[in-house]
């Protein structure tokens, strides 16, 4: 009687506990609906682990990235890019367009609750020199930061900046050689224009592989 006379008095209390209630609803539709486009895909859209491998790991040898554990927010943001065209991708871009902003923000969610990989990386080897200069202190000579000061120790990433390490040396040397030639946006990393095109080849590609945990080419 108490409880009916309460509600009668005020609906809050009972729209509150609704709200409360469908927060963990809403979270697990939004998990489910990531599991189901990374394993069996949607509107037309393959599975992503066909490509990027069951766990999100990526594919080395076909030079797919790793997805798992980056930033969920830098996710969402690639396919935004995808499905805007602003950043190219024959393949990506027609997935991208045909999933909803809902279904981007799912599969990058889904993602980013993977573990990564880098806290197993580099684990008894060190880059050559020059390499570990570029990687550690930058060259400011040519307007080249220290990786590591940007990407996390290691090259894990941060919250805001995503992980450059554990991804395949074919994927990574051809992100760079997209910001040389400018057919990657610009917008989303200012100062990796700059820095990709004041690198060298031989050096993009020594950072890959290191960063790739694969033994530097004599």
């Known amino acids: 009687m108490l409880a ?11 729209i509150i506990c609704l709200a409360f209630t469908q927060l963990p609803a809403n979270a697990l539709a939004a998990s489910t609906l990531g599991v189901t486009i990374a394993e ?3 509107n037309d859209v393959p599975a992503c682990a066909l490509c990027h491998g069951e766990h999100g790991e990526g594919d080395r040898a076909a030079g797919y990235p790793r997805l798992a554990g980056m930033n969920a927010g830098y996710l969402l943001n690639q396919l935004d890019h995808y499905a805007d065209g602003s950043r190219s991708s024959q393949v990506m871009q027609v997935y991208s367009r045909a999933l909803t902003r809902i279904q981007r923000r799912a599969i990058a969610e889904y993602y980013a609750a993977k573990p990564g990989l880098g806290s197993q990386l580099h684990t008894g080897r060190q880059a050559n020199n020059a390499i570990a200069a570029l990687l550690n202190k930058g060259d400011w000579s040519r307007n080249i930061p220290a990786c590591f000061s940007c990407h996390g120790k290691m090259g894990t990433g941060s919250k805001l900046i995503p992980a450059i390490a554990d991804q395949p040396v074919h994927y990574f040397i051809v992100q760079m050689n ?9 917008g989303e990393g200012d100062p990796m224009a700059t ?22 080419r004599k």
């Open 178 to 186: 997209h910001w040389r030639t400018g057919t990657r946006p610009v």
């Open 40 to 42: 069996h895909g949607i």
């Open 4 to 14: 009916a006379k309460f509600s009668q008095r005020s609906p809050w209390p009972l």
């Open 195 to 216: 820095i990709a095109k004041n690198l060298t080849p031989t050096e993009i590609a020594g950072i890959a592989r290191y960063l790739a945990n694969e033994s530097p």
